[in-house]
């Protein structure tokens, strides 16, 4: 199964430039090389590495408040989603999103943008591109029907490279699901993965609870697993499902697991979810360990899962997580550790993006708040220290990034980027602005 791809050998003393964009992380292995998107509303001032904002969106036709990780392809390129922005009478004045490219240089070109007809709106999550350059992706809302809050429960679409987008599949908000907040992912057969928040076991909280789903490559849907709010969790949001070897997937709930915590909704769980539709729960949040997961893990070539939650912890500002290898054979629960507790001093705080994992096995961590200037950071582990790398300044290159970033080699140049995307902030010729894409080198 084709999952998150990354390098995994960079020479000695090479650097690597991260990018940062507003809302969120993913790649495919076989467009994108090492890549690490950060999505971020940040400030590109005080950073302990060369950064520089890359584009800044003005929230009118260009998109608006991108809250999805970028992906690239062969050339250089980035592409990724905006929620708002592009055609501002759908939803009038605020746009109901866009798909987007952008040159190296910074060149933006609007590839769709959303009428919240039957094509969708809101798209949150990053996109695929396979082999001949097409794009795939998740709209939350729209699809026609006024089911999901009188906004319609979401689509998975196709976008040509000549920019026809179709609609593969549109969820109705019963069993089948509704609201995808998460990106895709794609097997070796062309089988697309994904999570909806809402929909599945209609007896969880009227709308359900969420569920996993599987869509074949011509748009027949099969719902692997529903949420049913209590031990197993409930709302599987941000992100992407995780994959390994064996095909089992790994993921968080926002809530379930322990009800006592947060009473009565639950404060969260880490779930591994085989391919016959078993579902364990490998973590359960307390509140110390953290609380409410709002994105997804990320897994490492040796097995290992790293996570955020961006509630509870020893500051009550959340944590960054590790569950070992050895949670993948033995009893759930006997491999989780806290690496570090958010909130102190000008620390990072309220970590709601994943973790993305450079080439030497350090983490990088955006977190929507904290920083010197309270608009949010980039953070590093390596081990159990941390430190933050970059505050961001809303004025200046955007503020509370919601997205994981995206680490990419460049192949023409001796060095990595880190691409990130920042939900709000940044000026440009008019004005406060909606959201940036921040490149970051990171030395290594």
Same mark, same amino acid.
């Given at each position: ?10 020479? $000695? ?19 994108? !090389? ?14 302990? *590495? ?11 036709? %260009?998109? #608006?408040?991108?809250? !999805?990780?970028?992906?690239? +392809? ?26 987007? $490219?952008?040159?190296?240089? #910074? ?8 009428? =919240?007809?039957? %094509? ?30 009188? /906004?319609?429960? =979401? ?6 490279? @000549? ?12 069993? +089948? ?7 895709? /992912? ?10 909806? /928040? ?9 709308? #359900?609870?969420? @569920?996993?789903? $599987? ?65 364990? *729960? ?8 953290? *609380? ?59 970590? @709601?993006? =994943? ?24 953070? $590093? @582990?390596?081990?159990?220290? *941390? ?15 919601? !997205? ?7 192949? +023409? ?21 909606? =959201?940036? /894409? ?7």
């Amino acid at each position: 199964m084709t999952g998150i791809s990354r390098e995994a050998t960079v020479a $000695k003393k090479m650097k690597h430039q991260v990018w940062v964009s507003t809302t969120l992380k993913q790649t495919t292995g076989a467009v994108l !090389a090492a890549m690490l998107v950060l999505a971020a509303i940040a400030a590109q001032v005080q950073t302990a *590495e060369a950064s520089k904002v890359l584009y800044t969106f003005t929230g009118q036709a %260009d998109g #608006g408040s991108p809250h !999805a990780s970028v992906i690239t +392809d062969a050339k250089g390129n980035i592409y990724g989603t905006t929620q708002l922005g592009g055609d501002l009478t759908c939803n009038a004045p605020n746009g109901c999103g866009t798909v987007y $490219k952008l040159s190296k240089t #910074g060149e933006e070109t609007v590839l769709y943008s959303f009428t =919240g007809g039957t %094509d969708g709106a809101y798209p949150y999550a990053a996109l695929l591109m396979d082999a001949a350059g097409n794009l795939y992706g998740t709209a939350s809302a729209g699809g026609g029907g006024t089911g999901c809050f009188g /906004i319609g429960c =979401g689509t998975v679409f196709k976008l040509s490279k @000549v920019g026809k987008l179709s609609v593969l599949y549109t969820f109705q908000g019963e069993t +089948d699901g509704g609201r995808p907040y998460s990106a895709l /992912i794609v097997d070796s057969a062309g089988n697309f993965y994904g999570t909806t /928040i809402l929909g599945g076991d209609l007896s969880c909280r009227t709308y #359900g609870c969420g @569920v996993v789903y $599987k869509l074949t490559k011509t748009g027949k849907q099969t719902v692997l697993y529903s949420f049913a709010g209590a031990a197993d969790g409930s709302y599987p949001a941000f992100g992407s499902l995780a994959v390994d070897a064996k095909s089992n997937f790994y993921g968080t709930t926002e809530e379930g697991g322990d009800l006592n915590c947060n009473a009565p909704n639950g404060c969260g769980v880490v779930y591994r979810l085989s391919k016959t539709g078993k579902q364990t *729960e490998l973590h359960t949040f307390t509140g110390p360990d953290g *609380e409410n997961p709002e994105y997804t893990v990320t897994l490492d070539a040796k097995g290992n899962l790293y996570g955020t939650a961006p509630n509870g912890g020893a500051n009550l500002e959340g944590v960054v997580f590790k569950i070992t290898a050895a949670n993948a054979t033995k009893e759930p629960g006997t491999s989780f550790r806290v690496l570090h507790s958010f909130g102190q001093g000008s620390d990072g705080a309220g970590p @709601v993006a =994943g973790v993305s994992i450079d080439p030497k096995g350090n983490l990088y961590i955006p977190t929507e708040f904290g920083g010197t200037f309270g608009n949010g950071a980039l953070c $590093k @582990v390596v081990g159990t220290v *941390e430190k933050v790398v970059h505050s961001f300044s809303s004025d200046v290159d955007g503020a509370n990034p919601a !997205a994981s970033g995206t680490i990419v080699k460049v192949f +023409d140049r001796n060095f990595y980027e880190l691409l990130a995307d920042l939900l709000v902030g940044g000026t440009d010729d008019n004005g406060p602005a909606q =959201g940036t /894409i921040v490149v970051f080198i990171i030395g290594m």
